[in-house]
């Protein structure tokens, strides 16, 4: 994507919050929504009748605050939170059960929005306690996971959805890494979780590309499900909060981020949007709309290559980490 065609994608006016009650009978389950662009969602669909709203957060206390908040206002609004922590796999595997313990045993419309960037410095891998690199885990492995395991409970709606949320930086993404893995005819996944070759700088918006080939590949392997990658822009939330403040960065970067930056609202519109108006599947939502990704590697010959070889390695490893998962899905 070029410069140019970003600030244009920020500069576009986008529409005002869906209106009515589009979430009237539907439960919603949505990840992150403590901050950012996940809380703004979450005060937009407070406006839109859900039955319920799931909050899957690993801060349970501050989400309660939240949560009375918005009660204070929004007086019918049911609320669910529950503990999710994407960097816990166990959690995941473990909350239909814990969803079922509450009575829920539907979901309508599943957000996968919760995500990290692990910022701008030169830094050795993280690794969780189920053997993966944070980010890699976080953004790409968890939410496929995610989706998997409550796809039993979406597939009780008459209209399932599910949202995931990508980023315009997938473009940005040197695709190195991928092509090496593609010829030396080794894992991508392993690529991506070696601590020798892991690059912190880099690993964000590797990890919204390698989403990204995820989601347009699940588009397939569920047909009857509407699937949507929504780009929120660049917007002004706490993503930014392991980025280090240099000089340069305070001089150069923070202008250009007040100036070209939208509000974490005007992020949230692209979720809700989607939501509200997105009745099949898109591979990029932005700016409120069906979009496209600008990455022209992802649909030459051999970013389409490399997606179907990623996902099915993604496939393998969500069955091994939880065998079964995928039976369901069209490989
Ligand atoms: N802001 C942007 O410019 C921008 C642009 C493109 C895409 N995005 C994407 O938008 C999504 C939301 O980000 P944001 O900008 O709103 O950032 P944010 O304010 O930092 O919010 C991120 C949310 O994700 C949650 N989260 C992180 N790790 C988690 C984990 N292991 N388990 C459960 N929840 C976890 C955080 O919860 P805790 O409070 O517990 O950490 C928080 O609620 C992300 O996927 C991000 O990549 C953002």
């Not at 995820?214 to 392991?242: C, D, E, K, Y």
């Not at 969500?318 to 369901?328: A, H, N, Q």
Request: charged share 20%; net charge neutral.
């Amino acid at each position: 994507m070029t410069i140019w065609t970003f600030l244009g994608r920020q500069w576009t006016r986008l529409p005002p919050v869906p209106k009515g009650a589009y979430l009237k009978d539907k439960v919603v389950l949505l990840t992150g929504a403590n901050s950012g662009i996940g809380l703004e969602s979450l005060k937009h669909f407070c406006l839109a009748s859900p039955s319920k709203i799931i909050l899957g957060v690993r801060s349970i206390e501050s989400t309660q605050k939240i949560v009375s908040e918005l009660q204070s206002l929004h007086t019918d609004l049911k609320a669910e939170i529950t503990f999710l922590d994407l960097n816990n796999l166990s959690t995941i595997k473990s909350l239909p059960e814990t969803l079922k313990e509450k009575g829920i045993d539907k979901i309508d419309i599943l957000i996968n929005n919760a995500g990290i960037d692990p910022g701008n410095t030169i830094k050795p891998a993280e690794f969780t306690e189920d053997g993966y690199e944070k980010t890699f885990q976080t953004n790409v492995l968890s939410p496929l996971l995610l989706s998997l395991v409550l796809l039993p409970l979406l597939q009780k709606s008459a209209k399932p959805k599910i949202i995931f949320t990508g980023s315009g930086l997938h473009t940005t993404a040197n695709i190195e890494p991928i092509e090496r893995s593609i010829e030396n005819n080794t894992s991508i996944i392993k690529a991506f979780n070696d601590k020798e070759t892991f690059d912190n700088k880099k690993i964000y918006s590797r990890s919204k590309l390698l989403l990204q080939m995820v989601t347009r590949s699940l588009i397939n392997s569920l047909p009857n499900i509407s699937i949507i990658t929504v780009s929120p822009g660049l917007a002004i939330t706490n993503l930014g909060r392991n980025h280090d403040m240099s000089i340069g960065f305070i001089i150069f970067g923070t202008p250009f981020l007040f100036l070209n930056a939208r509000s974490a609202e005007k992020g949230a519109r692209n979720i809700t949007s989607a939501v509200a108006y997105g009745d099949q599947s898109y591979d990029y939502w932005s700016e409120c709309a069906p979009s496209y990704s600008e990455s022209s590697w992802l649909s030459s010959g051999k970013g389409i290559n490399a997606t179907k070889i990623f996902y099915k390695e993604m496939i393998d490893e969500v069955e091994k980490i939880y065998p079964g998962i995928t039976k369901d899905l069209i490989v």
